[in-house]
């Protein structure tokens, strides 16, 4: 490669390198949306801390393979953009039958199973959406060779 090859080899990496850093910076310095108190909780705790309440959404959706959107309503073009949603709303009939499968399971966990085995230390639920659901929004009712 003669030396002229090189200086524009080297230039030309240098101008991507810088590119890509100017590009990171600026995807780093977007605002994070932050969640707004939760105003109509009726089956988990009012008091429930925002950490925890996001970390219990996301084992819903973990559980049955969908995202927000599956149970709350969004406003907005873009269902990812979480600013856009009514959160409180009970417009969808799934965020109802969340409510009842909530209820069901805290039944199980805390009436049914509660002298069964050794408590997790973690305080966890010993049955969970996924228990069931396994990602799906549907449990399987029958054995898959059925």
């Not at 108190?37 to 049955?64: H, S, W, Y």
């Not at 969908?66 to 417009?91: I, N, W």
Request: contains cysteine; positive net charge; proline residues 8%.
């Amino acid at each position: 490669m003669t030396r002229p090859s090189r200086r524009l080899s080297l230039l030309f990496a240098v101008v991507l390198a810088f590119t890509f850093v100017v590009r990171l910076g600026t995807q780093a310095q977007k605002p994070q949306w932050t969640p707004s108190p939760p105003t109509n909780l009726q089956v988990l705790p009012k008091d429930i801390p925002l950490k925890q309440l996001i970390q219990t959404m996301r084992a819903f959706t973990q559980g049955l393979g969908v995202r927000c959107q599956h149970c709350h309503v969004y406003k907005g073009d873009d269902p990812d953009d979480l600013s856009t949603f009514d959160f409180a709303s009970d417009e969808k009939e799934t965020k109802k039958t969340a409510r009842t499968m909530l209820r069901m399971g805290l039944a199980i966990n805390n009436e049914y199973l509660k002298d069964v085995g050794e408590p997790r230390p973690d305080g966890a639920m010993k049955v969970t959406c996924y228990t069931c659901h396994r990602g799906e929004t549907k449990p399987a009712t029958r054995r898959p060779d059925a």
